[in-house]
């Protein structure tokens, strides 16, 4: 059981938008740490496509963007495209366990 | 250009110890505010934070698999060792360093290709 809860799959056809939402708690999104978000392409590492809050690395883009309230965060991606198609996970830190922790992961389906 | 790649064995026996390095390059872990650390995936899971060093040699820990791990740096080497005693097939996994960016809480932002551990006898 992930200290973040993401649902186990979305799907959306091309040129759609989609949300993953990233549910927490008062010790760690609540809290007010940043969430970071993750794009894990099969059989790949992991690689950052948002972090602190709306912010992209180079080369990741603007389709790709997210918002925070409270004790949640989602994760939206619009005019989606086959290359979308891969795992997503939500990260952040937890103070009551003094760990990062992450989501279980979401898994966007281009239908 | 930040680049950090894992090696170690692919394949442990029960009970044993795993001693896993990670060799990066691109950055120094003496620089203030970075950190390194050890993320696992198994098979068809989620991600989970094992282990983080930061460049004052300050050391962080899974709450729960604190008393398995050890975690070190070699600064000239431009290397961070993992070590897990008592292995357990539980523990068959895609293992990941993660360069750890400077934040309020820092963050993984660059990953290695990662290394697939299996536990078997």
């Known amino acids: 059981q992930s200290v973040l809860t993401q649902p186990p799959s979305v799907s959306g056809a091309p040129g759609q938008r989609v949300t993953i939402s990233c549910t927490g708690s008062s010790s760690n999104i609540g809290a007010g740490f940043d969430v970071h978000w993750y794009q894990q392409l099969p059989g790949t590492a992991p690689k950052l496509l948002i972090y602190?809050?709306?912010h992209r690395p180079s080369g990741v883009p603007d389709r790709f963007s997210d918002s925070t309230s409270g004790t949640s965060a989602s994760l939206a991606i619009t005019g989606l495209q086959a290359e979308d198609e891969a795992d997503y996970y939500c990260q952040s830190y937890d103070s009551s366990l003094s760990a990062w922790v992450f989501g279980g992961g979401t898994k966007l389906t281009v239908l | 250009q930040i680049t950090l790649k894992e090696s170690g064995p692919t394949l442990v026996k029960p009970t044993q110890t795993l001693t896993l390095t990670c060799t990066f390059s691109g950055f120094s872990l003496s620089t203030s505010g970075v950190g390194v650390g050890w993320i696992r995936q198994p098979p068809g899971k989620a991600l989970e934070w094992l282990a983080l060093i930061y460049w004052d040699d300050h050391k962080r820990y899974s709450p729960s698999l604190k008393s398995r791990f050890t975690i070190t740096k070699d600064t000239s080497r431009n290397q961070v060792v993992l070590t897990m005693s008592n292995i357990d097939p539980a523990d068959t996994a895609t293992y990941y360093c993660?360069?750890?960016?400077?934040?309020?809480?820092?963050?993984?932002?660059?990953w290695g290709q990662g290394t697939l551990v299996t536990v078997s006898s």
């Open positions: 993660a360069h750890f960016r400077e934040a309020a809480a820092v963050f993984p932002d660059y």
């Open positions: 602190g809050n709306t």
